[in-house]
């Protein structure tokens, strides 16, 4: 708390310029030509500033589809379950461009899902569930659900 109390002081009185910061850099360094600094003539400086800054470009790009690739495949799992939409996928979808589209890897796993799914769904998948099924446990659950429904009701019924 006091290295904070401390921190916050000095920076107040460093903007009141009465223990200016910048220019005890000045001082030190000799020089404020950043490209000097850095051990490079003007021109390599400036090269390289502009080699970084469309460096910084791409890797943004790449995040901005990225996030935007991530943003379909929610929208998709939304549709996909019924859940409502959300604003906020439906903005970076927008920002990347509206040319987004799910990694072909994740659409082959949705595809595969989808299929799954719809096999699960038809009569067939139905009667192959009815197979995998033990009688015996289908059994025992039919009885211990009408015990129970039996002793609800003679618990709220006074006729039973």
Known sequence: MAFFMKTMISNQVKSFG???GSEEKK???????PAAAQGMTREEYEEYQKQMIEEKMERDAAFTQKKAERACLR??????????????????????????DLPEELRKMVD?????????????????????MDLDTIKEKAQATFT?????????????
């Not at 001082?27 to 030509?33: I, L, N, P, R, W």
């Not at 129970?148 to 039973?160: D, I, L, P, R, Y």
């Open 18 to 20: 009465f223990g200016g």
């Open 27 to 33: 001082e030190e360094g000799g020089t404020s030509d």
């Open 75 to 100: 929208v998709h799992l939304r549709e996909k379950y019924r859940l409502p939409k959300s604003e906020m996928d439906e903005n970076q979808i927008q920002m990347a461009g509206d040319d987004v």
């Open 112 to 132: 595969e899902d989808q299929i799954e799914e719809e096999d699960k769904d038809s009569i067939l998948g139905h009667l192959q569930n009815l197979q995998n």
């Open 148 to 160: 129970e429904m039996k002793q609800t009701a003679g618990q709220k019924c006074s006729v039973m």
